[in-house]
């Protein structure tokens, strides 16, 4: 985008393809820093996962691992079904974090 930008400046015919992700930059932008926040989310809530409880833990965090895979495998910036993919990490993780939050809550209290 930075590029296309500085071509149409400088006066260097730019392509039709880079025109249109440049009338896209705001959707992009906030697909990415939504895609960063979540990243930054989930390391946060595995932080808080005490080592002894992982095991216990497993199916949830597969569930969760299941939730993450179409970004890592599938989706583009072109893809049609980025906010339900967000969506969908989104509320896996807050259901997560209940959990987590919980069973520390247990441990920590008894």
């Given at each position: 985008m930075r590029e296309t930008k500085c071509?149409?400046?400088?006066?260097?015919?730019?392509?039709?393809?880079a025109k249109m992700v440049?009338?896209?930059?705001?959707k992009f932008k906030?697909?990415?820093?939504?895609?960063?926040?979540?990243?930054?989310e989930y390391d946060r809530v595995l932080g808080r996962v005490i080592p002894v409880i992982r095991p216990l833990l497993k199916p949830h965090l597969d569930d969760l691992d299941k939730k993450i895979q179409p970004g890592m495998l599938m989706l583009t910036w072109q893809s049609m079904n980025i906010d339900g993919y967000l969506q969908r990490i989104h509320t896996g993780l807050t259901k997560f974090e209940e959990l987590v939050n919980k069973i520390n809550d247990l441990i920590e209290n008894r």
């Open positions: 071509m149409q400046r400088i006066g260097i015919e730019v392509p039709e393809s440049l009338l896209q930059e705001e906030s697909y990415f820093n939504q895609l960063l926040f979540v990243l930054k």
